[in-house]
């Protein structure tokens, strides 16, 4: 596995290659479903299918690939659909309709908590490219210190707390660690972390790679939530403000909004 994936990240990822047997049990025991009923469910060309984009599933988790989320969500529908046809075909379960909920539940959390792994961007990027209006653009000059020591100049598109997506010229190796400083709302920051995808030049994105930042202290982490809660404060009354104001209060409100000091105390 990748190593900057988290340990529940991991921990979902061994659930989805189980999920065959695990399946198989939780559809014996909770659903209550009859032995015979079990071997008809084994037999069924449906339970391979679905057996099959689990474990697809898993291995994209684990692996960090960029389409796992999407089987991800796919796999969580059909689990569900699959639970619904079991509880009602199959099973003798007392309550139904509160172990579907159950796991309707359980799926909108583990869509929920793995949405906040993957939904950084290094991995389901955020920027619209075609939608960035140049008037107001997330462009953070940086400067990149590589493994090998080389030092290049980009420009930081895209940032969460786990990661930012830099526009970068050279060819920078997938995997690589580096270390990136740069300066935002008049604080200077020094991060690290390893590049987990690249992209080329397109319509969608400009070229450059996404960095995934090596765990945080509660210092820098404490620092990362200020920056991006500015970010996306800035963002909304960007999309708002642009159409309500004159074009002077605008800019005046907009420079305000960004030599604000950053607030630290939470």
């Keep these: 596995m990748k190593k900057y994936s988290t340990r529940f990240l991991k921990a979902v990822a061994i659930g989805y290659f189980a999920f ?4 198989l049990g939780v559809s014996l025991v909770l659903f209550t479903v009859p032995a015979l009923s079990l071997v008809r469910l084994l037999l069924s060309p449906s339970y391979y299918f679905l057996s099959l984009i689990a474990v697809l599933t898993g291995f994209g988790l684990w692996e960090m690939k960029r389409w796992a989320w999407y089987i991800f969500l796919l796999t969580n529908i059909l689990i569900n659909y699959s639970v619904a046809i079991i509880l009602a075909e199959y099973g003798s379960a007392e309550n139904p309709v509160g172990i579907f909920i159950g796991s309707l539940i359980v799926s909108i959390y583990l ?19 075609w939608e960035s209006n140049p008037r107001y653009r997330l ?22 707390t786990g990661g930012v997506f830099i526009r970068i010229s050279q060819d920078l190796l997938q995997d690589e660690w580096i270390t990136i400083r740069f300066s935002v709302f008049k604080t200077q920051m020094e991060m690290s972390g390893v590049i987990v995808w690249r992209s080329q030049s397109s319509v969608t ?6 960095l995934k930042f090596a765990p945080l ?12 809660q500015r970010l996306r404060k800035i963002g909304r009354f960007y999309r708002q403000g642009r159409y309500l104001l004159p074009e002077e209060e605008f800019s005046r409100r907009m420079l305000e909004l960004q030599a604000e000091p950053l607030n630290l105390s939470v």
């Design 20 to 23: 065959p047997i695990a399946f």
């Design 111 to 129: 869509i929920f908590r793995i949405g906040r792994e993957v939904a950084v961007p290094y991995l389901l990027p955020k920027i619209r490219w």
């Design 217 to 228: 202290d509660r210092a820098k982490k404490k620092t990362m939530k200020a920056i991006t």
């Design 139 to 160: 462009q953070i000059p940086t400067t990149i210190i590589r493994s090998t020591g080389a030092v290049a100049d980009g420009q930081i598109l895209d940032m969460s």
């Design 205 to 210: 994105h400009p070229k450059g790679v996404g």
